[in-house]
């Protein structure tokens, strides 16, 4: 069993950042792949980010409507995955969940994750 808690989200203006951290505690975290999602009220929840297990060199990837403004890393140190946010914008607003699969790759379909966080808001405001 894994848990993972999602913390720092929050509401912040148009054009500014957050970083949210995912805690994760159970079986050894470097053996997962990592994954951030979003769902938007009345949306599906959609990928966001990820990143994958330790000895597959920790490789990322995002998608398109976030690249090159949010960045996904690991402290395998600290069983910890974070997400720093930047140039938010108000489509960026919903809630926030960190995932774990124990996999090598990435996958980008929440049905591929095994274990969920809690989900943390995120609003950006206009």
């Known amino acids: 069993q894994v848990q993972l808690v999602e913390s720092g989200g929050g509401l912040v203006q148009a054009g500014g950042s957050l970083r949210l951290s995912c805690a994760a505690s159970g079986r050894t975290f470097s053996s997962y792949a990592m994954g951030w999602f979003r769902q938007a009220p009345g949306k599906e929840r959609e990928f966001v980010a990820g990143?994958?297990?330790?000895?597959?060199?920790?490789?990322?990837r995002y998608t398109d409507s976030v690249r090159g403004r949010f960045t996904i890393s690991r402290d395998n140190a600290e069983n910890t995955v974070y997400q720093q946010m930047n140039s938010l914008k108000p489509e960026d607003t919903a809630v926030y969940y960190c995932?774990?699969?124990?996999?090598?790759?990435?996958?980008?379909?929440?049905?591929?994750?095994?274990?969920w966080g809690q989900g943390t808001q995120v609003t950006v405001s206009s």
């Open positions: 990143i994958s297990w330790s000895r597959s060199g920790g490789s990322t």
């Open positions: 995932a774990a699969d124990l996999d090598i790759v990435v996958w980008t379909t929440p049905r591929a994750y095994d274990y």
